[in-house]
T-cell receptor
């Protein structure tokens, strides 16, 4: 099945810094989503982005489907951005199910 | 819409007991997914339904686990008998029945088996 690899596994930054999280996947995809798991365990939808670029406030994401990767950018980080960021993909050849990466744990210090 | 609703939010049970987790998908969504999150294995799909019919249950760990979807607005995941290694957070998600569609997750049920 499709493999999803996220990097870096951990990232510690000061408030106000910018960050880039990467998601590599091993096959063509119909679906790619970025989630933020907050300290209470909730999975919050950030972007649905199987291709192209989207922006939402301080967050933006780009997926280059032909090169099988996606990037999540966080600018001017705030402490509330802390948590684990997951990339999940649905393979073009497979069914609807999402396969998750192992996540990037982001810690923003004040 | 209230989103995907799961209950209970937390469950503590003794080994050997039956556990039932519940999920109400977003109204109008016709695909429902059960995921499990553990430190060791991350987020993994257990089973999913399209139009109340189980499509892929290859992720169900063993016969102690069963899932049902009696109608479009309700699903259960049952563990009988429960074991300590079943301790995890169980998420339910729903989406439209298409491969190119966004899935939304419930708040999860944190299960502890002692």
């Amino acid at each position: 099945g499709i493999q999803v690899e996220q990097s870096p596994p951990d990232l510690i930054l000061q408030e106000g810094a910018n960050s880039t999280l990467r998601c590599n996947f091993s096959d063509s995809v119909n679906n790619l989503q970025w989630f933020h798991q907050n300290p209470w365990g909730q999975l919050i939808n950030l972007f649905y982005i199987p291709s192209g670029t989207k922006q939402n406030g301080r967050l933006s994401a780009t997926t280059v489907a032909t090169e099988r990767y996606s990037l999540l950018y966080i600018s001017s980080s705030q402490t509330t951005d802390s948590g684990v960021y997951f990339c999940a993909v649905g393979g073009a050849q497979g069914a609807q199910k999402l396969v998750f990466g192992q996540g990037t744990r982001l810690t923003i210090n004040p | 819409d209230a989103g995907v609703i799961q209950s209970p939010r937390h469950e503590v049970t003794e080994m050997g007991q039956e556990v039932t987790l519940r999920c109400k998908p977003i109204s109008g969504h016709n695909s429902l997914f059960w995921y499990r999150q553990t430190m060791m294995r991350g987020l993994e799909l257990l089973i999913y339904f399209n139009n109340n019919v189980p499509i892929d249950d290859s992720g169900m760990p063993e016969d102690r686990f069963s899932a049902k979807m009696p109608n479009a607005s309700f699903s259960t995941l049952k563990i009988q008998p429960s074991e300590p290694r079943d301790s995890a957070v169980y998420f339910c998600a729903s989406s439209l029945r298409r491969r190119d569609t966004e899935a939304f997750f419930g708040q999860g049920t944190r299960l502890t088996v002692v």
